[in-house]
């Protein structure tokens, strides 16, 4: 009796462990995908910005969906730099032959709002754009990992950042 | 064996196999991310630092903003490494980036490191330019001094005659100074320009200059660095032939970053080490107008809206920059944000 009740927990135990390891490495794995295709879904969106010098409210959209894809939600932090050149004048008004250089920048908030009432944001030549990308909510990989082997995980395990100099007008 | 023991053992082994193999398999995939990470960053800094380098170019004279190239590239590769407002981690970044180099049409200018002292007081490393370096080549029976281009161009001092000779390569070969060897008149015919060897030597001589510089700024970038605590030893890496010869073909940008420990905690992982190469495109610029609103002078890009009712006065008058707007008194237009 007791030789069949061992056999049992023994069978029990050996099953789990399998599981839990193909299990493991499964989720790991979807985790990476899922980590792949944000990077290349940004990249391409970041791009495709640069190139037309607009963002679109259907480029927007799409980008969107093909993150949601993933099965994760997500943060998507946007920043247009633009630089601005202003001149300097004294406080009576008398110009002091000089100007100086700032960045105007521009966040998600707006930009959105502009896309949403015009279906169209535009950037000029040689602004920049970025955009940062985390995971609000525990992946897959996380929930399994801290459910079999009580590893805790955070949001924001897929992470990735992408941007850079705006290369054409859109006219 | 009972089946409980043979469980257990299959448990075991199951266990010593696979734990290892997985925490292998993460360190690999950590690496490999790691480095396809700083790869893309350094190539869009690079391709970003290059868009629009060249300021004029009317066919001959060719105007290269190194400042302008270098805010660009950091400012891109910061971005790309999510810490483009954190001066922290910025610093950090530079010292892994020995040298950038860029190659002119005429010479070359390297970005070398130094110590400044930061807003708070204490020493940051900071980038400064070298003058332009020559590619130069000393002729071993005349002593002539040859400046390459990368392209036929060249220009030659004789010491004997005191004189400097410009042109093309295969016009100076003509010239009987350099094609005829007559040494009791001092003229020694130039094997450089007539023995069929000209690429060669030209390329190699670029290649010999741009590599020695390089390895000398690297060296006292090594000595920087150890100020920062990094105790990783810079040296120039293997360049790949094709890579020479795209440096080499044209205005370019070579940019090495070295030394960072893939696993911060861990260096058995080994350290980052790549270069990035980029080539030049050139820039055609917009203009601007200025049209005065009242009292108050705007500028505009083209294409602006409020272009249409501007003055003929306005319209004959454009500038090359925002900049240059801005140094009349100009303000920027709200509505085309130039």
Same mark, same amino acid.
Request: aromatic share 12%.
């Given at each position: 009796?007791?030789?069949?009740?061992?056999?049992?927990?023994?069978?029990?135990?050996?099953?789990?462990?399998?599981?839990?390891?193909?299990?493991?490495?499964?989720?790991?794995?979807?985790?990476?995908?899922?980590?792949?295709?944000?990077?290349?879904?940004?990249?391409?969106?970041?791009?495709?910005?640069?190139?037309?010098?607009?963002?679109?409210?259907?480029?927007?959209?799409? %980008?969107?969906?093909?993150?949601?894809?993933?099965?994760?939600? %997500?943060?998507?932090?946007?920043?247009?730099?633009?630089?601005?050149?202003?001149?300097?004048?004294?406080?009576?008004?008398?110009?002091?032959?000089?100007?100086?250089?700032? %960045?105007?920048?521009?966040?998600?908030?707006?930009?959105?709002?502009?896309?949403?009432?015009?279906?169209?944001?535009?950037?000029?030549?040689?602004?920049?754009?970025?955009?940062?990308?985390?995971?609000?909510?525990?992946?897959?990989?996380?929930?399994?990992?801290?459910?079999?082997?009580?590893?805790?995980?955070?949001?924001?395990?897929?992470?990735?950042?992408?941007?850079?100099?705006?290369?054409?007008?859109?006219? | 064996?009972?089946?409980?023991?043979?469980?257990?053992?299959?448990?075991?082994?199951?266990?010593?196999?696979?734990?290892? *193999?997985?925490?292998?398999?993460?360190? *690999?995939?950590? &690496?490999?991310?790691?480095?396809?990470?700083?790869?893309?960053?350094?190539?869009?800094?690079?391709?970003?630092?290059?868009?629009?380098?060249?300021?004029?170019?009317?066919?001959?004279?060719?105007?290269?903003?190194?400042?302008?190239?270098?805010?660009?590239?950091?400012?891109?590769?910061?971005?790309?490494?999510?810490?483009?407002?954190?001066?922290?981690?910025?610093?950090?970044?530079?010292?892994?980036?020995?040298?950038?180099?860029?190659?002119?049409?005429?010479?070359?200018?390297?970005?070398?490191?130094?110590? &400044?002292?930061?807003?708070?007081?204490?020493?940051?490393?900071?980038?400064?330019?070298?003058?332009?370096?020559?590619? *130069?080549?000393?002729?071993?029976?005349?002593?002539?001094?040859?400046?390459?281009?990368?392209?036929?161009?060249?220009?030659?001092?004789?010491?004997?005659?005191?004189?400097?000779?410009?042109?093309?390569?295969?016009?100076?070969?003509?010239?009987?100074?350099?094609?005829?060897?007559?040494?009791?008149?001092?003229?020694?015919?130039?094997?450089?320009?007539?023995?069929?060897?000209?690429?060669?030597?030209?390329?190699?001589?670029?290649?010999?200059?741009?590599?020695?510089?390089?390895?000398?700024?690297?060296?006292?970038?090594?000595?920087? #660095?150890?100020?920062?605590?990094?105790?990783?030893?810079?040296?120039?890496?293997?360049?790949?032939?094709?890579?020479?010869?795209?440096?080499?073909?044209?205005?370019?940008?070579? #940019?090495?970053?070295?030394?960072?420990?893939?696993?911060?905690?861990?260096?058995?992982?080994?350290?980052?080490?790549?270069? *990035?190469?980029?080539?030049?495109?050139?820039?055609?610029?917009?203009?601007?107008?200025?049209?005065?609103?009242?009292? &108050?002078?705007?500028?505009?890009?083209?294409?602006?809206?409020?272009?249409?009712?501007?003055?003929?006065?306005?319209?004959?008058?454009?500038?090359?920059?925002?900049?240059?707007?801005?140094?009349?008194?100009?303000?920027?237009?709200?509505?085309?944000?130039?």
């Amino acid at each position: 009796m007791t030789d069949i009740f061992g056999r049992i927990v023994s069978l029990t135990i050996a099953v789990f462990s399998a599981l839990s390891i193909i299990l493991l490495t499964m989720t790991s794995i979807m985790d990476n995908i899922a980590q792949d295709v944000v990077d290349l879904r940004t990249n391409q969106f970041v791009d495709s910005v640069r190139t037309n010098g607009y963002m679109s409210q259907e480029m927007y959209l799409a %980008y969107v969906n093909q993150l949601q894809a993933t099965g994760n939600l %997500y943060d998507i932090e946007m920043t247009h730099e633009h630089l601005t050149f202003v001149p300097v004048y004294s406080d009576d008004g008398v110009f002091l032959n000089d100007y100086q250089t700032a %960045y105007e920048n521009t966040y998600e908030a707006d930009i959105m709002e502009e896309i949403m009432a015009d279906g169209m944001y535009e950037f000029s030549k040689g602004d920049y754009f970025y955009v940062k990308v985390s995971s609000k909510n525990v992946t897959i990989g996380g929930r399994v990992r801290s459910l079999l082997i009580g590893v805790l995980s955070k949001a924001g395990t897929i992470t990735t950042y992408y941007g850079g100099v705006i290369r054409n007008e859109f006219f | 064996m009972s089946f409980s023991r043979f469980a257990v053992v299959v448990i075991i082994l199951t266990l010593s196999l696979s734990i290892p *193999t997985r925490v292998h398999l993460r360190e *690999t995939e950590m &690496v490999m991310d790691v480095k396809q990470r700083y790869k893309i960053a350094m190539e869009m800094a690079v391709d970003d630092a290059m868009d629009g380098i060249v300021e004029t170019d009317n066919g001959s004279d060719v105007y290269l903003n190194k400042d302008y190239l270098l805010e660009q590239f950091y400012h891109t590769l910061f971005i790309n490494l999510g810490c483009p407002n954190d001066s922290d981690i910025q610093n950090r970044v530079k010292t892994f980036i020995p040298v950038v180099l860029l190659v002119d049409k005429d010479g070359y200018y390297i970005s070398f490191s130094t110590v &400044v002292e930061g807003n708070d007081g204490l020493s940051v490393i900071g980038k400064n330019w070298t003058d332009k370096l020559p590619y *130069t080549y000393v002729e071993e029976n005349s002593g002539r001094i040859f400046n390459f281009t990368l392209g036929d161009e060249i220009s030659v001092y004789d010491p004997y005659t005191n004189m400097v000779h410009e042109g093309r390569y295969q016009d100076l070969a003509r010239l009987s100074m350099f094609s005829v060897d007559d040494r009791s008149r001092g003229m020694y015919r130039s094997e450089l320009l007539c023995g069929g060897r000209f690429d060669e030597i030209r390329r190699n001589t670029i290649i010999n200059s741009i590599t020695e510089s390089m390895t000398y700024y690297i060296n006292v970038h090594n000595s920087i #660095a150890q100020q920062f605590g990094i105790s990783y030893k810079f040296s120039l890496p293997y360049v790949e032939e094709d890579d020479w010869a795209r440096t080499i073909d044209d205005i370019s940008m070579f #940019a090495l970053f070295q030394g960072m420990p893939y696993a911060s905690t861990d260096v058995r992982l080994g350290y980052l080490n790549l270069y *990035t190469i980029g080539g030049a495109r050139i820039y055609k610029k917009s203009y601007y107008y200025i049209v005065p609103e009242g009292s &108050v002078p705007y500028y505009h890009k083209t294409g602006c809206e409020k272009l249409d009712s501007a003055g003929a006065s306005s319209m004959a008058h454009p500038y090359e920059s925002a900049a240059d707007c801005a140094a009349q008194g100009a303000y920027p237009c709200s509505d085309c944000h130039p």
